[in-house]
């Protein structure tokens, strides 16, 4: 099709994409979208940013028949519309035009697939990594975290550098941070050899005696050995601002901290995450999926096609590319910004025990649930096992249903 | 000896005054001052400790990154339609519904404001999925309309509030321009709008605040980025994973600025309001 002037007149198939992310990423997809418009000529990409809570934006679109085209997915809310049969299955596709799966990562698929069907295609993935801060570490002669090291050289670690430097009784630096939600403590029940769910998703297992130690164990960080910031520490500052201003030594951040650490006034460097009985940790998924009921499927898994493929699979900012060769490439010691340790974090992504959360089609009903119950144990106000007891019949309840 | 003690007392008020008022101030100010100084700070510097107030270097690239990343101009532009537009049909429509419930005499006036006011009390969100729903079904969504429209329809708040002040204007008024051979419309525009200025003016204020910093409206109804206005662009700033808070802090002096130019305009009308005088009923 020739360009013959009538720029839109031409576009006769307007395919809209559905998006969502730090400002520099809708920039760059900005840029991916005028990219592909110029490759198809017959298409015109209308780009739809979404603010604010991306799973009610986009379920609301959904349910009122008004939903873009292609969509930024996450697995966290991928597998609650696949549920609902509002995404395009996409096997078929796959299979016609012979694409390898496996030049992604495994960890990559576990947050695509959904009950034996493949929903989208992955853009990036992203694990948690131990960010340190090797200032902090050798003013106290502290030594690194080392391959293979264990939740008991992270406590000792974490006992030696939680500090009250100016002696008000108020401790100014914090041994170690740990997010106290899913992302944060589902690490710390996988390297215990628990979970929170069995594997048909039918038995709630976090009463299993390995997760509550997980739980307790993190719960006595903040109020037993006191050696990470409870929500009162927090207060509303971001953990990753306050070890950015070099008052936390350890903390669990995604791999973005990579990207937010960069001129940050100290050394730093990142680890893999401590272990127990095995190694563990949790993936973030970022995919593009196909709303079923589009008009033009051809043209989306063109485009969707094209933003995990060909040249924007490079130029993925913040999280690891999801495919294995462009990581490797990318993530590299010597690359610009990169951590000498940089090895580490090819390593957890490609760790048979980095998976996917259990992010169930009733996810967001039952994390609530979840949220609600464990709260008092990040006050300090209810045991580990209390808490538990209380979440469970209600989740299996929802499971049930 | 008693003068000067009196004189003494006197400037011992002042200094107290001042002190008192000069510390008002530098609360209500901060805030926006650390905006404005983190909004020209390094990604590092914005959570030092002690806080740094003064950057070391005034990073003016902060604000050209904000319109790079983002398509800011467009976002003014919409938000300043939206906006304006708002502010034209509330003042209009207002006006003369409050014309009509203070001014003119017609059966079933006073039950039509009682009503009128009983709907302050549905709250919001109970309205908001019928209101999608209509708007839907019309095929508003994406575009301006859901947003504009229904300003040139009256609202309870800034009707009741023109209506109180409509009444306190003399009716001699009114029975002059009759007597000059004013039409019912005439008083409207040569009367009640002039007089009411303050009031209109501080409708006027309200209407365009809320529009321009109206957040979840354009949260549902605006979808492609050419629609979209600044609230949602500013959204976008408050990362998913991290918050670029120097970004961010940029982005908020763009919003803000045209607002403190509204208020710093409108403010000689509120001012003249307070000193509008000289009417014996």
Not at chain 1, 264 to 271: M, Q
Not at chain 2, 40 to 54: D, G, Q, V, Y
């Amino acid at each position: 099709m020739a360009a013959c002037g009538g720029e839109d007149e031409d576009r006769r198939i307007e395919l809209r994409w559905g998006l969502w992310g730090t400002p520099e990423a809708v920039q760059n997809q900005r840029r991916f979208a005028r990219d592909f418009m110029r490759l198809h000529p017959n298409v015109r990409v209308e780009i739809e940013p979404v603010a604010g809570d991306v799973t009610v934006a986009f379920s609301m679109r959904l349910a009122g028949g008004d939903a873009p085209d292609v969509l930024y997915a996450g697995n966290w809310f991928l597998f609650e519309f696949a549920d609902k049969g509002t995404l395009l299955p996409l096997d078929d596709l796959i299979a016609r035009d012979g694409i390898d799966m496996g030049q992604f990562f495994d960890s990559a698929l576990s947050g695509i697939q959904w009950d034996g069907a493949t929903y989208a295609l992955p853009e990036a993935i992203n694990v948690e990594m131990l960010f340190y801060n090797q200032d902090i570490f050798d003013r106290y002669g502290v030594s690194y975290p080392e391959p293979g090291w264990t939740w008991d050289d992270y406590l000792e670690k974490a006992r030696r550098l939680t500090q009250d430097t100016d002696g008000d009784g108020r401790t100014d630096i914090w041994g170690c941070y740990v997010w106290t939600w899913i992302p944060g403590f589902l690490p710390f029940m996988l390297q215990n050899e628990s979970n929170m769910f069995d594997d048909d998703f039918r038995r709630f297992t976090m009463d299993d005696p390995r997760a509550i130690e997980a739980l307790q164990f993190i719960q006595d960080l903040i109020f037993r050995y006191r050696v990470a910031p409870g929500r009162q520490a927090l207060q509303s500052q971001l953990s990753i601002d306050m070890f950015a201003s070099g008052r936390i030594a350890m903390g669990s951040f995604g791999y973005w901290g990579v990207r937010e650490l960069q001129g940050a006034p100290f050394r730093w460097d990142v680890a893999e995450l401590p272990r127990r009985r095995t190694t563990g940790n949790v993936v973030h998924v970022h995919s593009f999926a196909i709303n079923r009921e589009t008009e033009h499927p051809e043209e989306a898994w063109e485009l969707i096609k094209y933003l995990t493929l060909d040249e924007p699979a490079r130029e993925v900012v913040y999280l690891i590319p999801a495919q294995k060769r462009i990581a490797a490439e990318m993530i590299r010691a010597g690359n610009e910004g990169m951590p000498a340790n940089a090895e580490a974090i090819l390593a957890t992504a490609t760790d048979p025990n980095t998976v996917s959360p259990p992010f169930g089609p009733r996810f967001g009903e039952y994390s609530s649930v979840l949220g609600l119950e464990l709260d008092g144990v990040w006050l300090g106000k209810v045991s580990v096992e209390e808490a538990v007891r209380k979440a469970k019949p209600q989740i299996e309840l929802i499971l049930s249903e | 000896m008693r003068r000067g003690s009196h004189k003494l007392s006197r400037r011992l008020f002042l200094l107290l005054l001042y002190a008192v008022l000069t510390a008002g101030a530098v609360v209500m100010v901060a805030p926006f001052l650390w905006m404005v100084s983190t909004s020209l700070k390094a990604p590092h510097e914005t959570f030092m400790l002690p806080p740094i107030w003064i950057p070391e270097d005034f990073r003016f690239e902060n604000y050209a990154e904000v319109f790079d990343r983002l398509p800011f101009f467009r976002f003014l532009l919409n938000t300043a339609t939206i906006a304006g537009l708002v502010t034209f049909g509330v003042l209009l429509s207002c006006s003369l519904t409050a014309f009509a419930l203070s001014r003119l005499r017609f059966r079933g006036r006073d039950l039509v404001f009682y009503i009128l006011l009983a709907t302050m009390i549905i709250p919001a969100p109970v309205t908001l999925v019928p209101i999608f729903a209509i708007m839907r079904r019309l095929e508003w969504t994406n575009t301006f309309l859901p947003l504009v429209v229904p300003a040139f329809f009256g609202g309870a708040f800034p009707v009741f509030l023109l209506r109180q002040f409509f009444m306190r204007i003399p009716r001699d008024l009114d029975e002059a321009a009759v007597m000059d051979g004013c039409s019912a419309f005439g008083i409207y525009w040569r009367v009640i709008l002039p007089l009411g200025k303050p009031a209109l003016a501080t409708i006027g204020l309200i209407s365009f605040m809320g529009a321009w910093n109206d957040f979840f409206g354009p949260l549902i109804y605006l979808y492609s980025i050419k629609k979209q206005t600044l609230t949602l662009g500013l959204a976008t700033f408050q990362g998913y994973y991290a918050t670029d808070w120097h970004l961010l802090m940029a982005a908020t002096v763009i919003v803000t600025l045209p607002i403190l130019l509204a208020f710093l305009f409108s403010q000689r009308f509120f001012v003249e309001g307070i000193t509008m005088t000289g009417i014996k009923g």
